[in-house]
């Protein structure tokens, strides 16, 4: 690969690598404020990006 379809892809994979840095922060945030709470919010997002990554059926029949 080219340093250009490098840069294409990075590009392309931004808008998920936000997600995924603003929902760690968020779990970060909830493990400093208790540790129950941390994990209850990291199995939460780990579902949402599990859906997010899940591939999607086409509803044209």
């Given at each position: 690969m080219t340093i250009k379809q490098y840069l294409q892809l990075a590009w392309a994979l931004t808008?998920?690598?936000?997600?995924?840095?603003?929902?760690l922060s968020i779990v970060?945030?909830?493990f400093l404020?208790?540790?129950a709470l941390g994990w209850l919010i990291l199995g939460?997002?780990?579902i949402l990006v599990g859906y997010?990554?899940?591939p999607k059926q086409d509803k044209s029949e």
């Open positions: 808008p998920f690598l936000l997600v995924v840095l603003g929902l970060i945030a909830a404020v208790a540790i939460l997002a780990l997010i990554l899940s």
